[in-house]
């Protein structure tokens, strides 16, 4: 089956500074999605890229996939004590999902 | 507009006993999932409805059956519970994308213990 992996597992900054993680998978996807989860709760969605893109921004986030290495990037940059969250990348293929382990980001004030 | 809903919020089950979780979405949206979320993992999906009246299995679907009687609702069934079932549940849905899956609308969460 499908597998995300996500690097690293934790990562504490400071405020202001960019927090960069990543997604790698194994098979072929449709499209990679980035999530984030606050303390249990659900999650919200951030951002989709499809495979036939390499790069997408919203806001303060960009994403790169580069399917030829099965990977994908989040960035976040400024980042702010309220980015203090888990993040997840979800691969789709067919009408399937896989999740990745997560990023626990801290950002200190 | 409420979103997804989950009811109930928490539960605890003994072994054995069966319950219902439901999962409610008032977005007109065609595809609905269960995931389980367990200590330090990501989601993991579980069943998996891509319309009314359909079902189908996801990565983890041992002990659990669904139900997708209504567009609205997908319910997610323990016959008989395991402490291994011991979890927090998610329900998300999403519209067709072009014929691939777009973004993913997460109720609140179902935190279940089975003792």
């Known amino acids: 089956s499908q597998q995300g992996e996500e690097d690293p597992q934790a990562l504490s900054i400071q405020e202001g500074e960019n927090a960069t993680m990543n997604c790698s998978y194994k098979?072929?996807?449709?499209?990679l999605q980035w999530y984030r989860q606050n303390s249990g709760r659900g999650l919200v969605h951030l951002i989709l890229?499809?495979?036939?893109?390499r790069e997408k921004h919203s806001g303060r986030l960009r994403v790169t996939l580069d399917t030829s290495k099965k990977s994908s990037s989040l960035l976040i940059t400024a980042s702010r004590a309220a980015d203090t969250a888990s993040y997840f990348c979800?691969?789709?293929?067919?009408?399937?999902?896989?999740f990745g382990a997560g990023t626990r980001l801290f950002v200190k004030a | 507009n409420a979103g997804v809903t989950q009811t109930p919020k928490f539960r605890v089950l003994k072994t054995g006993q069966s319950m219902t979780l439901l999962c409610a979405q008032d977005m007109n949206h065609e595809y609905m999932y269960w995931y389980r979320q367990d200590p330090g993992m990501g989601l993991r999906l579980i069943h998996y409805?891509?319309?009314?009246?359909?079902?189908a299995k996801g990565e983890v679907p041992d002990g659990y059956n669904v139900s997708r009687l209504k567009k609205q609702n997908f319910l997610l069934g323990l016959e008989s519970a395991a402490p291994s079932q011991t979890s927090v549940y998610f329900c998300?849905?999403?519209?067709?994308?072009?014929?691939?899956?777009?973004?993913?609308?997460f109720g609140p969460g179902t935190r279940l213990t089975v003792l």
């Open positions: 409805s891509v319309g009314e009246g359909t079902t």
């Open positions: 998300a849905s999403s519209s067709p994308g072009g014929g691939e899956i777009s973004e993913q609308f």
């Open positions: 098979t072929s996807i449709n499209n």
């Open positions: 979800m691969l789709t293929g067919g009408f399937k999902t896989i």
């Open positions: 890229i499809r495979s036939n893109e």
